[in-house]
Each structure stands twice: as structure tokens, then as C-alpha cells.
């Protein structure tokens, strides 16, 4: 059974940082694409990166790029966002999600949320 579960979420202030972490367990991380996601009440699921199965390919939204950085590690099985100069507009629930982006099906966690406000 996949299990994802997101923490390192929070209230930010415009142009400070957070990490989210996403611990992984119920499949063999490694050999899985990994992304992270967004969500604003209303809207739908919002890709923002993913990160090939060994961490050798990566990519953004537009709206993100420059601005964070996904990471994982394969030892201990968890997915990394880092994100910088946060803006208001980043203020949504970030979930992880097994594999490439899947917004219908795709398996993830309950997501944490992420505030950015002065």
C-alpha cells in the first residue's frame, strides 16, 4: 500500500523559505518518478516539479522555476521540495505524488499546507 505522507509546511513571509519533505513507504521509491503538486481551495490540482526515478532529470512550472528545487533521497526513501523567495501566489496545500504528474489517479499524501504572508 503506497503511503505519502508530506510535512515541513507553515507560515512564510514573502521572499523567505521552506523545505517540504515527503516520506514515502509501500513501494520501491527508487524506481518511481516523484512529483510535487499544489492546490488552492476552488481550484484544481496544480503541477509545480518532478524528478526522474534516480534524480538524474528534473523539471518545473514556470511559475516555480529559479525559485525551488526538488530533490529526493533513494537511501531513505523520501522527496524533497525547497522552495525560495517564496511569493503569495505559493500559498496552496503541496502534496507529493507517486510518479509523473496524475491528477486524476495518482497516488498521494494528505498534502501540507503552505502560507506565505506578510
Known amino acids: 500500500q503506497v503511503l505519502l505522507v508530506e510535512s515541513g509546511g507553515g507560515l512564510a513571509q514573502p521572499g523567505g523559505s521552506l523545505r517540504l519533505s515527503c516520506a514515502a513507504s509501500?513501494?520501491?521509491?527508487?524506481?518511481?518518478?516523484m512529483t510535487w503538486a499544489r492546490q488552492v481551495p476552488g481550484k484544481g490540482l496544480e503541477w509545480v516539479s518532478s524528478?526522474?526515478?534516480?534524480?538524474?532529470?528534473?523539471s518545473y512550472a514556470d511559475s516555480v522555476k529559479g525559485r525551488f528545487t526538488i530533490s529526493r533521497d533513494n537511501y531513505q526513501n523520501i522527496l524533497f521540495l525547497q522552495m525560495n523567495r517564496l511569493q503569495p501566489d505559493d500559498t496552496a496545500l503541496y502534496y507529493c505524488?507517486?510518479?509523473?504528474?496524475?491528477?486524476?489517479?495518482?497516488?498521494r499524501g494528505q498534502g501540507t499546507q503552505v502560507t506565505v504572508s506578510s
Open positions: 505524488q507517486q510518479g509523473w504528474f496524475d491528477p486524476e489517479t495518482g497516488s
Open positions: 509501500g513501494f520501491t521509491f527508487r524506481d518511481y518518478p
Open positions: 524528478v526522474a526515478s534516480l534524480g538524474e532529470l528534473t
